[in-house]
T-cell receptor
Framework: DTEVTQTPKHLVMGMTNKKSLKCEQH?????MYWYKQKAKKPPELMFV???????INESVPSRFSPECPNSSLLNLHLHALQPEDSALYLC?????????????FGEGSRLTVL | GEDVEQSLFLSVREGDSSVINCTYT??????LYWYKQEPGAGLQLLTY?????DMKQDQRLTVLLNKKDKHLSLRIADTQTGDSAIYFC???????????FGGGTRVLVKP
């Protein structure tokens, strides 16, 4: 299994809602990442988990809350988002230590905030 | 300015070669990467090159690295319609070891 699976593929939420994005990999990778990608822009790093511990938070607003329950799962909890948070949210994983550039990406969750 | 720069768009005829260019600013970059993103999908790693190499070939893909000019290119031989996508170059810096993406080059392959 060489896939990173993200659910849901599409999510529409209001500014007062609470929702979660989920990511799963079964490649035995020990680093997992959340990226945000706006249209026609490159991905921007949000968070990195290494060995289930948060190692990088790129000054992301607290309305985004990551969670890594185990080495295969990564969640992104969303609360009180703004319309400008609408974007494609990409999960990625990498083998071995963190910070490698050899990332395996999921298909993404497209989020629309109304 | 941007750390990693790419041209925005490239149009090529099916069967021709495509060359996508990228410039970076950090001479301490250790690895340089090419990722492909098809519409509505995530990024797929195509190939990478270590900074002490000049060239790497992998089937239809050839990566050239000019460290002096901080210039990276990706050549796709015999370009197919399935190669239509956005191509991102990325650098991994020695300091901080974070991945920095270029803005992406949209490649359109015409039949």
């Amino acid at each position: 299994d060489t896939e990173v699976t993200q659910t849901p593929k599409h999510l529409v939420m209001g500014m007062t809602n609470k929702k979660s994005l989920k990511c799963e990999q079964h490649m035995g990778h020990r680093a997992m990442y959340w990226y945000k990608q706006k249209a026609k822009k490159p991905p921007e790093l949000m968070f990195v988990y290494s060995y289930e511990k948060l190692s990088i938070n790129e000054s992301v607003p607290s309305r985004f809350s990551p969670e890594c329950p185990n080495s295969s799962l990564l969640n992104l909890h969303l609360h009180a988002l703004q319309p400008e948070d609408s974007a494609l949210y990409l999960c990625a994983s990498s083998p071995g230590r963190e910070y490698t550039g050899e990332l395996f990406f999921g298909e993404g969750s497209r989020l629309t905030v109304l | 300015g941007e750390d990693v720069e790419q041209s925005l768009f490239l149009s090529v005829r099916e069967g021709d070669s495509s060359v996508i260019n990228c410039t970076y600013t950090d001479s301490s970059s250790t690895y340089l990467y090419w990722y492909k993103q098809e519409p509505g999908a995530g990024l797929q790693l195509l190939t990478y090159i270590f900074s002490n190499m000049d060239m790497k070939q992998d089937q239809r893909l050839t990566v050239l690295l000019n460290k002096k000019d901080k210039h990276l290119s990706l050549r796709i031989a015999d370009t197919q319609t399935g190669d239509s996508a956005i191509y991102f170059c990325a650098e991994r810096k020695a300091a901080g070891n974070k991945l920095t993406f270029g803005g992406g080059t949209r490649v359109l392959v015409k039949p």
